[in-house]
Every structure is written in structure tokens, then in C-alpha cells.
Nanobody
Framework: QVQLIEPGGELVQAGGSLRLSCAISGSTFDTFHMGWFRQAPGKEREFVAGRQRTGQPTYEGDSVKGRFTISIGSAKNTVYLQMNSLRSEDTAVYYC??????????????????WGQGTQVTVSS
């Protein structure tokens, strides 16, 4: 059974950078399509970034395009979300998730069968 593990929350100042990680047990990330989502209080879960099983293409949500990048570690058991130029509106709980669906529609939460527990990111202004 696949488990996704995210470390604890982070606090960062606006304009700063942060790298989130998501570790997988029971498999490797090149077995699945992978997505990062976030959810702020009172809002729906929002797609942030995604990566095809093969590594390309990658996708970014409109609100983070040009600032956030998804990547995978060399051992294929950790995925990263590099977040630059952080803004207060990036404050949310961030979740990693994996999908085995084909075709894969990365923005749809129902496509994903396993989720991390979430990590709180707080951007202070």
C-alpha cells in the first residue's frame, strides 16, 4: 500500500522561498502521475503543480506559474515543490497526491487515489 509522507509545517516571510517535500513508501514516484494541491481555510482544494509519470510534461496552476516548480529526487522516492516569491495568499495546507489513471487530468482531485496528510505553509507579510 502506498503512503505519502509530508514533513511538518513551515513559516516563511513574503518574498521568500521554501521547498516542500513528499516521500513515498511502498513504491516510487515514477510509477504514478503526481500532483501538489493546496487548501486555504474556507476555500476548495486547488491544483498547484503536477508531473507525468514519465517526468514530462509538468504542469503549474495559474496562480503559481513562474514561481513554483515540481521536481523529483534521483532515487524517485521523494518529490519536491520549490516555491519562490511567496505571497500571503500562498498560505494554505499543501498536499501531495498520486494517480494511476490514464488518461490523467491533473487538476481534478478525484483522479488521485493516495494523499499525503498535508503540511501547513504560512507566509507572513
Amino acid at each position: 500500500q502506498v503512503q505519502l509522507i509530508e514533513p511538518g509545517g513551515e513559516l516563511v516571510q513574503a518574498g521568500g522561498s521554501l521547498r516542500l517535500s513528499c516521500a513515498i513508501s511502498g513504491s516510487t514516484f515514477d510509477t504514478f502521475h503526481m500532483g501538489w494541491f493546496r487548501q486555504a481555510p474556507g476555500k476548495e482544494r486547488e491544483f498547484v503543480a503536477g508531473r507525468q509519470r514519465t517526468g514530462q510534461p509538468t504542469y503549474e496552476g495559474d496562480s503559481v506559474k513562474g514561481r513554483f516548480t515540481i521536481s523529483i529526487g534521483s532515487a524517485k522516492n521523494t518529490v519536491y515543490l520549490q516555491m519562490n516569491s511567496l505571497r500571503s495568499e500562498d498560505t494554505a495546507v499543501y498536499y501531495c497526491a498520486v494517480s494511476s489513471r490514464n488518461p490523467w487530468y491533473p487538476l481534478q482531485t478525484w483522479q488521485y487515489h493516495s494523499w499525503g496528510q498535508g503540511t501547513q505553509v504560512t507566509v507572513s507579510s
